[in-house]
């Protein structure tokens, strides 16, 4: 690429950027606030016992996502913006046969286990987690797709038309079948069961995912196996404190607390799109392996601090305002609380845009090791924290683990690609077009 070329990439870029931010980010809106709307309901149809019910179960989900699936939502995506690599359909439908095999495995393994360790749910319940845990991915591997191809209003409707039809199904269950918390389960489960059969269905008739190969499948494992302690530990960051909630203080406390956690989760539906409509820019510029480029990408990591804590702030005076109106009098408390998820999400979102760099060079062990530092933390602290200070002991938990990870991502990234940390200035400038001179 010419000098000439570079200099003019910014503007376009930065409208490519917000067009996409615009859509992304009303999807993340809409497909967040339909089952936000739900715990207006939900609060009131369920105690906060079979509330708590529904918690376990998320929080199930995320554990069995450590095995399936393997996140390789995030390879296809990375190949298909770096095709050079190899066939990016032959790959994609090697993705969809590792997922589906890697699925029914934690499948088996939730349903023996689970029940067990502290997850109150029937074996088939346990089971059904994992299928959502998989589902999941496969989703994310057609909405990677359509992004890679810039091709943000599919992919957005995929994301509105899951949540639609989560909470569709939901309502059903709860309000006409009168299944309490376990009507809940089983309508996500199969609005994610239904929206995965149709975006492989969709991945096969665009030809974006073609006949598995072994050495593709090889690939993948190399790609996500070093993944599953990563994934596996970035559960217990998130859920550590729920964990200990739960086993110290039981269900209906989990109600509440998940609640909080609920309404905090909104700062991270934001993060989510901008990390969305920034990533194949990042990506982009990364791979140009030009000093200008990689100024862009550390200006941004620097400015998204400040930004997401106001954001942070901002919203917590929105929920202290809202909860009474929201939510349920037994669940009123929640409204506090959620300052420690609206935190510990602005440092997620800040983290974000550092993985990034540990995705695009394929080193994901690394981004494996500060996951695992951070959970350990975590897993030693939440018992403790909550034993101590109740509640609140989990919030704080769940702030500091965000903020280990956040320092261990930070000084992990210098290993593994040269970045240009130490002159944020300098970035800044270049970012915004203001500096003609690429660092050295």
Known sequence: MTKRADMAAPGAVRAGFLRSGV?????????AAVPFLLLPVLTRALSPQQYGEVISF?????????MAGLGLHSAVGVRWLDQASGDPGRYTGSAIVVVLITTAIAAIMAALIAPHVGIELAPGLCALAAVVAGANVVNGMRFVV???????FPAAMLQ?????????????????MHLGGEGRIIGAASASVLIAVASIMSLVHDRAATRASWVDIRALLRFGAPLTPHTLAGTLIGNADRFAVASQLGAATLGVYGTATQLGSVIGVLADAATKAYSPTAYRWLSRRSARSRLRVVAVAY????????????????FLFVAPLLLGAQYRSAGILTIWFLMGGAMNAVYLNIAGLFFFTGKTEWISLASVAASLLALVMAPLAVARFGVVGGGVTYVVSQAILLAAAFGLAGRITPMPWRRPRLAIRVLFGRSTAAAA
Do not use: D, E, F, K
């Not at 859509?23 to 809106?29: D, R, S």
């Not at 359509?146 to 943000?152: E, F, L, T």
């Not at 038309?161 to 909470?167: D, F, G, I, K």
């Open 146 to 152: 359509w992004q890679s191809h810039q091709r943000p």
């Open 303 to 318: 400015l998204s601090i400040p930004c997401w804590l106001l954001i942070a702030a901002a919203l917590w005076g929105v």
């Open 160 to 176: 509105v038309s899951l949540a639609l039809l989560n909470v569709g199904l939901s309502l059903v269950a709860v309000l006409v």
């Open 58 to 66: 998320y929080l199930l989900v995320a554990v069995c996502a450590a």
């Open 23 to 31: 859509v992304y980010g009303a999807a993340n809106v809409l497909s």
